[in-house]
């Protein structure tokens, strides 16, 4: 979740030395600091659980609006030709 260099480790480490030198005050202000970085990246964590992933298209794909290529090949044909492609693998043909 976090870097061990990250922000939240060295308010940890701050949070410690002040606390080592009797200085509670400085401590409690790193601790709290450590607290909203915990909190952002929870919810950072929250979010990017509940998207969604993006649809996809299930129909064929019309690769020309008029119904044809510009050489005159059929769209259904063309589809038919790269379900054939995919199948075998070379999906890009040169």
Sequence with gaps: MFRKNG???RSI???RKAVRAGDTAEAERWLRIADRLLAIQERNDRLRKSR???E???GP???DPN??????TPNSVLNQNRLARAKIGTRNPV
């Design 7 to 9: 922000d939240h480790y």
């Design 13 to 15: 480490d701050n949070a």
């Design 52 to 54: 969604k992933p993006p």
């Design 56 to 58: 996809t298209c299930t």
């Design 61 to 63: 794909v019309l690769l």
């Design 67 to 72: 119904g044809c290529s510009p050489g005159g």
